[in-house]
T-cell receptor, first 111, second 113 residues
Framework: AQSVAQPEDQVNVAEGNPLTVKCTYSVSGNPYLFWYVQYPNRGLQFLLKYITGDNLVKGSYGFEAEFNKSQTSFHLKKPSALVSDSALYFCASYNFNKFYFGSGTKLNVKP | NAGVTQTPKFRVLKTGQSMTLLCAQDMNHEYMYWYRQDPGMGLRLIHYSVGEGTTAKGEVPDGYNVSRLKKQNFLLGLESAAPSQTSVYFC????????????FGPGTRLTVL
């Protein structure tokens, strides 16, 4: 069975501080993992993906994610948060033509 | 390129009414998906299609039907709407090669009274 978990409903961080949004996965075989961002009243936008290769994946808007096989995690990170990063973030896995999404984490970046 | 578009953007139905949501993409993508988004539950897959003329069930298909008569369009139908179908519906598409990241439409907010 495929599943993705986002243990935090909400993450609060001050602008300029580093941010981490957590994701753990349970997949069979090699994991294909993704992060998407959703701004209010908009569709999801692709941020980054891990298919194979380097455990540190760089994506859009300065975001990166670290794949950790032993901890089955794929946490999203950014060294310095911006107020404009405030949004809903989804982790997802892919297997046999289907995507499995986490429940989402609301990121609040305060000035 | 318009990308992925959805029609309508908003709709209010009464219980038992029917409607069709239209998703169109101009990227020549083979794969198309319909999701519903509910608070605290992320996105759940309703139906998907791996090519023109094909459809398959996702995680929550009951109460919905789909058709993919043309490659660029993917229709989601509600034959007899129920309040439990109040949700925001998203369509997505992706290419066969590379990726497999998806491109999402802006969503349709449906309320069933």
């Amino acid at each position: 069975a495929q599943s993705v978990a986002q243990p935090e409903d909400q993450v609060n961080v001050a602008e300029g501080n580093p941010l981490t949004v957590k994701c753990t996965y349970s997949v069979s075989g090699n994991p294909y993992l993704f992060w998407y961002v959703q701004y209010p009243n908009r569709g999801l936008q692709f941020l980054l993906k891990y298919i194979t290769g380097d455990n540190l994946v760089k994506g859009s808007y300065g975001f990166e994610a670290e794949f950790n096989k032993s901890q089955t995690s794929f946490h999203l990170k950014k060294p310095s948060a911006l107020v404009s990063d405030s949004a809903l973030y989804f982790c997802a896995s892919y297997n046999f033509n289907k995507f499995y999404f986490g429940s989402g984490t609301k990121l609040n970046v305060k000035p | 390129n318009a990308g992925v578009t959805q029609t309508p953007k908003f709709r209010v139905l009464k219980t038992g009414q029917s409607m069709t949501l239209l998703c169109a993409q101009d990227m020549n993508h083979e794969y198309m998906y319909w999701y519903r988004q509910d608070p605290g539950m992320g996105l759940r897959l309703i139906h998907y299609s791996v090519g023109e003329g094909t459809t398959a069930k996702g995680e929550v298909p009951d109460g919905y039907n789909v058709s993919r008569l043309k490659k660029q369009n993917f229709l989601l139908g509600l034959e007899s709407a129920a309040p439990s179908q109040t949700s925001v519906y998203f369509c997505a598409s992706r290419q066969t090669a590379g990726g497999p990241e998806q491109f999402f439409g802006p969503g349709t907010r449906l309320t069933v009274l």
